[in-house]
């Protein structure tokens, strides 16, 4: 299984950039993606999930309105479209994919891919 994040960059405040997490060795549409950021000296948090039936669930108040997350499980991958961008956004976005069968749990991540958002 693997999940590769990219579209991450340098981006100036207001800016927008889309990321895309595309997965491979792992039937795409059966998973639960959610979008993780770790800000430096800080934990990992979630900020956006997307379920398999295509339920959204944000986490964080302060990217709602301005994050948005969509599937596309014909091509297998997860995108976050990030806009009105501030320097707090400044991170590290991770993917990850979850599956939760019977009594086993699936989880699978990314290795992330660097935002940051600077004048």
């Known amino acids: 299984v693997q999940l590769a994040e990219s579209g991450g960059g340098l981006a100036q405040p207001g800016g927008s950039l889309r990321l895309s997490c595309a997965a491979s060795g792992l039937t795409f549409s059966r998973y639960d993606m959610t979008w993780y950021r770790q800000a430096p000296g800080k934990e990992r948090e979630p900020v956006v999930r997307?379920?398999?039936?295509?339920?959204?669930?944000n986490f964080i108040d302060s990217v709602k309105g301005r994050f948005i997350i969509s599937r596309d499980n014909a091509k297998n991958t997860v995108y976050l479209q990030m806009n009105s961008l501030n320097s707090e956004d400044t991170a590290v976005y991770f993917c990850k994919a979850r599956l939760s069968s019977g009594f086993r749990e699936y989880v699978f991540w990314g290795q992330g891919t660097q935002v940051t958002v600077s004048s």
């Open positions: 997307i379920s398999s039936s295509g339920g959204v669930t």
